[in-house]
């Protein structure tokens, strides 16, 4: 066997076989659906973009000379390669395929020395830069993690916000930003991962997004955010926990009412 330098583990099918070992060890799988799945890369993306938010260009590309930002940097960067990897493994897709192909369209979409299309001028291509969200809500209550007993409780505060603003659902593609304010730890046994704090906010908004156009049970229709970003942090001084919710639209040109 020649010596090319890799790693054993290194390769796609093998990380995929990894976790999937790691997951059916401790009876996982059963959370482990494609939705969830998707919902938990979303919001491991969105822990990512927040070690880079508030830094200048030149600060992110520097950001890996400072060796805690670093290591945060590249925890995010693993878990989301590993919900990724998680995701292709439970579909059956051939990940590493799926990218050649790609690959190859976008040979055809951008040959060589062509100018590159703006960012704007691509539908959901520059996020939400430009825009102004359409609706802000402000979450009071202790923002609650999928499948624990403040779900139910985080849920109806969602909703009542929602209701309080008026807001309808609107047949659009969707931007949304949360900031969550958990409260104090009272033990070490009290910690909120980010992705799983999204998934009920996301649920509880069907009267922003609407419901999916399926005969399943009743549900928000979250597959039409196509932007997402999310950050936590622990209460301040005189601050009560909750969360800051931005939403956008991304296929036109609104604006806060």
Same mark, same amino acid.
């Given at each position: 066997?020649?010596?090319?330098?890799? &790693?054993?583990?290194?390769?796609?099918?093998?990380?995929?076989?990894?976790?999937?070992?790691?997951?059916?060890?401790?009876?996982?799988?059963?959370?482990? @659906?494609?939705?969830?799945?998707?919902?938990?890369?979303?919001?491991?993306?969105?822990?990512?973009?927040?070690?880079?938010?508030?830094?200048?260009?030149?600060?992110?590309?520097?950001?890996?000379?400072?060796?805690?930002?670093?290591?945060?940097?590249?925890?995010?960067?693993?878990?989301?390669?590993?919900?990724? =990897?998680?995701?292709?493994?439970?579909?059956?897709?051939?990940?590493?395929?799926?990218?050649?192909?790609?690959?190859?369209?976008?040979?055809?979409?951008?040959?060589?020395?062509?100018?590159?299309?703006?960012?704007?001028?691509?539908?959901?291509?520059?996020? =939400?830069?430009?825009?102004?969200?359409?609706?802000?809500?402000?979450?009071?209550?202790?923002?609650?993690?999928?499948?624990?007993?403040?779900?139910?409780?985080?849920?109806?505060?969602?909703?009542?916000?929602?209701? $309080?603003?008026?807001?309808?659902? $609107?047949?659009?593609?969707?931007?949304? $930003?949360?900031?969550? $304010?958990?409260?104090?730890?009272?033990?070490?046994?009290?910690?909120?991962?980010?992705?799983?704090?999204?998934?009920?906010?996301?649920?509880?908004?069907?009267?922003?997004?609407?419901?999916?156009?399926?005969?399943?049970?009743?549900?928000?229709?979250?597959?039409?955010?196509?932007?997402?970003?999310?950050?936590?942090?622990? &209460?301040?001084?005189?601050?009560?926990?909750?969360?800051? =919710?931005?939403?956008?639209?991304?296929?036109?040109? @609104?604006?806060?009412?």
């Amino acid at each position: 066997m020649s010596d090319t330098g890799a &790693v054993p583990g290194d390769s796609l099918a093998e990380l995929a076989d990894l976790l999937r070992a790691f997951a059916q060890a401790r009876n996982w799988e059963q959370y482990h @659906t494609p939705k969830n799945l998707a919902m938990a890369l979303a919001g491991e993306a969105g822990e990512l973009l927040a070690c880079f938010q508030w830094l200048t260009a030149g600060e992110s590309a520097r950001i890996m000379h400072d060796p805690t930002a670093a290591a945060n940097v590249e925890a995010e960067l693993a878990d989301v390669l590993q919900y990724l =990897i998680r995701l292709a493994d439970v579909l059956q897709m051939d990940l590493a395929e799926a990218v050649r192909k790609k690959v190859q369209l976008n040979e055809t979409r951008f040959p060589p020395g062509a100018v590159p299309a703006s960012a704007a001028s691509t539908p959901g291509g520059a996020g =939400i830069r430009g825009k102004e969200p359409f609706l802000v809500l402000e979450v009071e209550g202790h923002p609650a993690s999928y499948s624990s007993a403040a779900e139910g409780p985080w849920k109806a505060a969602v909703r009542a916000e929602i209701a $309080r603003k008026h807001a309808t659902p $609107r047949d659009t593609r969707f931007g949304v $930003r949360i900031t969550f $304010r958990t409260r104090v730890p009272a033990n070490a046994n009290e910690v909120w991962d980010l992705d799983n704090l999204v998934k009920p906010t996301l649920d509880a908004m069907e009267g922003v997004l609407g419901k999916r156009p399926w005969h399943g049970p009743p549900q928000a229709a979250d597959d039409r955010v196509d932007y997402l970003a999310t950050s936590k942090r622990t &209460v301040g001084a005189d601050e009560s926990p909750g969360a800051h =919710i931005e939403v956008y639209d991304l296929r036109g040109d @609104t604006v806060m009412p």
